[in-house]
Every structure is written in structure tokens, then in C-alpha cells.
């Protein structure tokens, strides 16, 4: 289930979203992609995994790599809505 997140991060997920094109990445594609430093992707990153925005999965042949996936911005919106939704 994605959650909101602060705008700041918000527009990461979009310049990544962009640049990528939706596609796979890695910790060192959004480091250059951001212009931000190994330190702070580190700390990035992992929030937006934790809060449901894109997803990592270990590389078959090298298992201490990490590549990044994006959940479907459409799919993020519709769960943040159901979950402010009142019941």
C-alpha cells in the first residue's frame, strides 16, 4: 500500500519517473539522475520503497546489487485515495 510523501521527495520520484521513463534503475543511475550524493540516495531511496512508490529487487547474477522498479504513478494515487477515503 503506497502513503503520502513529503513534496520534496515527491519530486525525486518524478525527475527518476522521467528520466527513466518508467524503467529500472540503479542506486548509482538515481545518484547522477538527482545530482545527490551516495549518502544521501541511501537515505532516499529507501523511503520511497518503504512508503510504496517503487520497489528493488537483487540482480540474479551479482545478489549484492540492487536494481529499482517504479509502481505505476496511477496505481500509487488510487491506493492514497482509498486510504483518505472516509468510511
Known amino acids: 500500500m503506497a502513503q503520502s510523501i513529503p513534496k520534496h521527495l515527491l519530486e525525486k520520484f518524478a525527475r527518476l519517473y522521467y528520466v527513466k521513463k518508467g524503467g529500472n534503475f540503479t542506486h548509482t543511475d538515481a545518484q547522477e ?3 545527490i550524493s551516495r549518502s ?3 537515505q532516499v531511496l529507501p523511503i520511497l520503497v518503504k512508503s510504496g512508490w517503487i520497489f528493488s529487487r537483487r ?3 551479482d545478489r549484492r546489487m540492487k536494481v529499482y522498479g517504479f509502481k505505476e504513478p496511477n496505481c500509487i494515487i488510487e491506493e492514497i485515495g482509498r486510504e483518505l ?3
Request: aromatic letters at 8%; zero cysteines; hydrophobic letters at 35%.
Open 33 to 35: 539522475i538527482l545530482n
Open 40 to 42: 544521501y540516495a541511501g
Open 85 to 87: 477515503n472516509p468510511k
Open 59 to 61: 540482480l540474479e547474477d
